[in-house]
Each structure stands twice: as C-alpha cells, then as structure tokens.
C-alpha cells in the first residue's frame, strides 16, 4: 500500500479486501497453517513454503518474454 500512497492512487475496498486475504494465506502457509482451517501436512510443509516464497519474490516466470511486467505470480484479474 506504501507504493499506493507514494503515487497517490486510490485502492478500492475490494482490492483492499484481497490484499487482506492474500496477506493472511501467505503468513499462513509460511508458518505450516493450511488456510482457512488446520496445519499443513508435515510432509509438505518445506515445500508449501518454498514455492510461496518463491512465488512472492520471482521478478520473472521461467520462459517470461521481453515485454512481461516485473512480479508476474502477484498479480489479480483486478489490477490494471
């Protein structure tokens, strides 16, 4: 939202309620909750978290062409 602010634009409450969802689910299967209910299994929690992380923090996907926008897993039908 930071970034919001800084170009003064306005988020909708709807784009306001999926950041809150989104933020949720990725602090739970960061820490091994399966959202909205329960753990994780233990057998997939290293790896639940290592594609979350790597999800949030690839700037490209894998076979991304020249014109593909930074953060491609971080974007929403909604965002312009």
Known sequence: M???LFLEMQL?????VLGN????YVSCCLAGRAYPYGNISP????KVQ???FQLIT?????NSIDSEKGFPYLR???AN
């Open 12 to 16: 909708t409450d709807s784009q306001v």
């Open 43 to 46: 057998n997939f929690v290293e």
């Open 76 to 78: 929403s039908e909604t």
């Open 58 to 62: 690839s700037l490209h996907s894998r």
């Open 2 to 4: 930071g970034l919001f």
């Open 21 to 24: 969802k989104l933020l949720v």
């Open 50 to 52: 290592t594609n979350i």
